[in-house]
């Protein structure tokens, strides 16, 4: 329960003088865990997602590989992460979250040292899925979010939009400084500077500064003698109850937020993975190329707290389809951008739209199924949306092989979004 919404202590029987008479708001902590929680996601999967576009060419020189077999090997985390989610979601909806994230980070230490000494494409694929798969995305994914969720009642679309700027952040600073530690060291020793910034900062970060949230009430109110099971369950607060598969499997709200954030997340990871690439094939230099990612993320990254805010105070519908038309816009942009100030529009259009994405499904996830089964049922949703989520990496990567540009790619992005804000109808929720 949000500390913020009870009132101050009273404090003992002793004599108080007259500015000692109006009690102390007590220190909400679950604001510590927001700042760590922006840090955790900044350096684990932000550090990452933001900067693998950068390793792609080297990689594939050095592997003598097609960028479509890169494309899969990146995509292979995610297939794990979906794969596994709903196993880590019903984790952290029964065990200490922090306890669990301390064991991922360590994971995610190991595996960018095999990163760094892998000699082919196989081992790639291994690593990427055994430890990145397993562990990365989770650590700075949902296991955050979920801590949020139990720490917050009020306030919470902002508190997760808070959180979820950690990645934007890591958009913003790590591409210049990953593109000039590649061209310095080479991408095997960068691979080894993320672990040591993984096991140096982010394990003690997270031992140090987050901790559950205290004890929710499963149920706000007393059964009566005649009072069944399910005759409480139904009249238990959405925010009060756990759900069970079945009932959150037939909800329009669930398929709904599947296919939305499910598009989203295939573009993103498409654009994300390849812009860097399409960029440098018009013609533009890397250095500037790598401007523009940081741009896309600077404005993803201002525009996190404005979707949080908007989503806790008017329907939640308005705050999608803000954010899909923004990212069709930029998409649209990028199809028919050749000039480099066209490029900068299309990224900032694009990344403001983007922004929203992480804290609105967190958000939606938590307004329409409670805090009690949060974890579970983002799990749940991530391995449904996971033919699309992955889907969009390989699939740029196979179109540029074939075609030798990204137009193609675009144009079905562009397809996806109108399917996605059709999806918004499927969404029957309050504020």
């Not at 102390?24 to 990452?48: E, K, M, N």
């Not at 991922?104 to 990145?132: C, K, N, Q």
């Not at 990224?347 to 949060?374: D, K």
Request: proline residues 5%; positive net charge.
């Amino acid at each position: 329960m949000d500390p913020l919404a009870r009132g101050g202590q009273t404090g003992n029987d002793t004599l108080m003088t007259a500015d000692q008479t109006q009690p102390a708001r007590p220190f909400h902590y679950g604001w510590v865990i927001v700042i760590s929680s922006y840090f955790v996601g900044l350096l684990t999967s932000g550090l990452l997602a933001y900067t693998r576009g950068l390793f792609l060419v080297p990689m594939a020189r050095e592997m003598d590989s097609s960028r479509l077999e890169l494309s899969l090997a990146f995509t292979i985390s995610g297939v794990v992460g979906a794969a596994t989610a709903p196993l880590a979601g019903y984790l952290f909806d029964r065990y200490p979250v922090p306890r669990l994230m301390m064991l991922m980070a360590v994971w995610t230490t190991l595996g960018y040292g095999a990163l760094a000494a892998i000699d082919g494409r196989l081992g790639l694929f291994l690593v990427m899925g055994l430890f990145f798969g397993l562990a990365t995305v989770h650590l700075g994914g949902v296991a955050p979010a979920k801590l949020v969720v139990d720490w917050f009642d009020t306030r919470r679309g902002l508190a997760l939009s808070l959180i979820a700027m950690g990645a934007s952040t890591a958009g913003v600073v790590t591409p210049p400084m990953a593109a000039a530690l590649i061209e310095w060291l080479g991408w095997r020793w960068t691979f080894v500077i993320y672990g040591a910034i993984t096991l140096g900062v982010v394990l003690p970060l997270i031992a140090a500064t987050l901790r559950p949230a205290p004890v929710r009430r499963t149920s706000p109110v007393r059964p009566s003698d005649t009072e069944d099971a399910a005759g409480l369950t139904a009249a238990m607060p959405v925010a009060e109850r756990r759900w069970r598969r079945r009932e959150y499997l037939t909800s329009t709200n669930f398929w709904g937020i599947v296919v939305i954030f499910g598009v989203m997340g295939c573009v993103f990871s498409g654009v994300t993975l390849h812009l860097f690439a399409h960029m440098t094939d018009i013609g533009v230099d890397p250095l500037q190329a790598s401007l523009v990612l940081s741009l896309m993320a600077a404005m993803a990254l201002l525009s996190k707290p404005i979707f949080g805010m908007l989503v806790d105070r008017v329907d939640p519908r308005i705050s999608v389809v803000v954010s899909l038309l923004a990212q069709l816009a930029g998409i649209g942009l990028l199809l028919t951008a050749a000039a480099y100030p066209a490029l900068v529009l299309a990224g900032l259009a694009f990344g403001f739209g983007y922004g929203g994405m992480v804290p609105l499904r967190n958000a939606l996830t938590a307004i329409g199924f409670g805090a009690l089964s949060f974890a579970e049922i983002t799990g749940a949703a991530r391995t449904a949306m996971a033919p699309l989520t992955m889907g969009g990496m390989p699939l740029a990567g196979w179109i540029h092989d074939v075609y030798g540009n990204y137009s193609a790619a675009f144009m079905t992005f562009m397809i996806l979004f109108g399917a996605a804000l059709v999806a918004v109808l499927l969404l029957r929720l309050g504020r």
